[in-house]
């Protein structure tokens, strides 16, 4: 279902505050001053009793520094937190976006930012983390290099899925058509092979921190037209420099070369 604005909905959870521990170390509840040992991980729920998710969805926590993000598969909660007597707590209200999508999805927004603010204890063991409400609901999670680790840059064959335009802010990712089919793979000797959509080329490639050094040999010039064409202008103009940023999260891999990139996903 394409998302609208629920107004309405999402002005009632955007009232709730969100309560979170931060975790330790061991299998002790997390203390005030530990957020370190939660601070830059994402974690992605395993199980949830005695609740279930809306098939397909699970929990996403990602702290960085003094903020908490969440989601259950359709809005995005942000808040400012702290740890205050082993329990980390909201620093004012939690923000939301303003997507609605179907009613068990909103539902779930709801019930995640309740379970939030009603200050869950919070257990962290290593890469495993507890959220354990006073009504008996029982959160599992795993960080996220674990739960789907980085897939590795060379021998992953990459499909081109979204075209980045604009840096920053202003930046927007837009989705490649259906019958328009672009690769990307890095052979283990640093040999790559591309597909633009319409034409297709090779070269080698020098991996560095964040940085692919290019020098390509050949690019066929096979005429193209409509999204075609649109695609292949686009990888075109991303990797037209010799040095392009890359990074690697999950199955994702992004390319950026100024306010122009590419978004690979690793095929299985």
Same mark, same amino acid.
């Given at each position: 279902?394409?998302? %609208?604005?629920?107004?309405?909905?999402?002005? #009632?959870?955007?009232?709730?505050?969100?309560?979170?521990?931060?975790?330790?170390?061991?299998?002790?509840?997390?203390?005030?001053?530990?957020?370190?040992?939660?601070?830059? /991980?994402?974690?992605?729920?395993?199980? #949830?009793? *005695? @609740?279930?998710?809306?098939?397909?969805? /699970?929990? @996403?926590?990602?702290?960085?520094?003094?903020?908490?993000?969440? $989601?259950?598969?359709?809005n995005s909660l942000l808040g400012q937190v702290r740890v205050d007597g082993g329990r980390l707590v909201t620093d004012g209200s939690i923000g939301m976006t303003e997507m609605g999508c179907d009613q068990?999805?909103? $539902? %779930? $927004? =709801?019930?995640?930012?309740?379970?939030?603010?009603?200050?869950?204890?919070? @257990?962290?063991?290593?890469?495993?983390?507890?959220? @354990?409400?006073?009504?008996?609901?029982?959160?599992?999670?795993?960080?996220? !290099?674990?739960? +789907?680790?980085?897939?590795?840059?060379?021998?992953?064959?990459?499909?081109?899925?979204?075209?980045?335009?604009?840096?920053?802010?202003?930046?927007?990712?837009?989705?490649?058509?259906? +019958?328009?089919?672009?690769?990307? !793979?890095?052979?283990?000797?640093? %040999?790559?092979?591309?597909?633009?959509?319409?034409?297709?080329?090779?070269?080698?490639? +020098?991996?560095?921190?964040? #940085?692919? !050094?290019?020098?390509?040999?050949?690019?066929?010039?096979?005429?193209? =037209?409509?999204? !075609?064409?649109r695609v292949e202008q686009a990888v075109q103009t991303a990797l037209s420099q010799d040095e392009i940023a890359y990074s690697i999260e999950a199955d994702r891999l992004t390319l950026t070369n100024g *306010?122009?990139?590419?978004?690979?996903?690793?095929?299985?």
């Amino acid at each position: 279902m394409r998302p %609208q604005a629920q107004g309405a909905a999402t002005a #009632v959870l955007l009232a709730l505050t969100v309560g979170v521990l931060a975790g330790c170390g061991g299998e002790s509840s997390a203390g005030a001053g530990d957020e370190s040992s939660v601070d830059g /991980r994402t974690f992605l729920s395993t199980s #949830v009793t *005695p @609740r279930s998710l809306v098939a397909g969805t /699970r929990i @996403r926590l990602t702290f960085d520094g003094d903020s908490l993000g969440a $989601d259950a598969g359709c809005n995005s909660l942000l808040g400012q937190v702290r740890v205050d007597g082993g329990r980390l707590v909201t620093d004012g209200s939690i923000g939301m976006t303003e997507m609605g999508c179907d009613q068990p999805l909103m $539902d %779930q $927004d =709801a019930w995640l930012a309740e379970l939030l603010g009603s200050g869950p204890e919070l @257990r962290l063991n290593g890469d495993d983390l507890t959220l @354990r409400a006073a009504d008996g609901t029982v959160v599992e999670l795993v960080d996220r !290099r674990v739960a +789907d680790p980085d897939r590795p840059l060379a021998g992953t064959k990459w499909v081109l899925d979204g075209i980045i335009e604009g840096a920053g802010p202003d930046g927007a990712v837009s989705s490649v058509p259906q +019958d328009v089919t672009a690769t990307l !793979r890095i052979s283990a000797d640093g %040999q790559l092979t591309l597909t633009t959509g319409c034409n297709t080329g090779s070269g080698s490639v +020098d991996i560095g921190d964040g #940085v692919l !050094r290019l020098d390509w040999t050949y690019l066929t010039e096979m005429d193209c =037209a409509g999204d !075609r064409m649109r695609v292949e202008q686009a990888v075109q103009t991303a990797l037209s420099q010799d040095e392009i940023a890359y990074s690697i999260e999950a199955d994702r891999l992004t390319l950026t070369n100024g *306010p122009h990139g590419l978004v690979y996903r690793a095929k299985s």
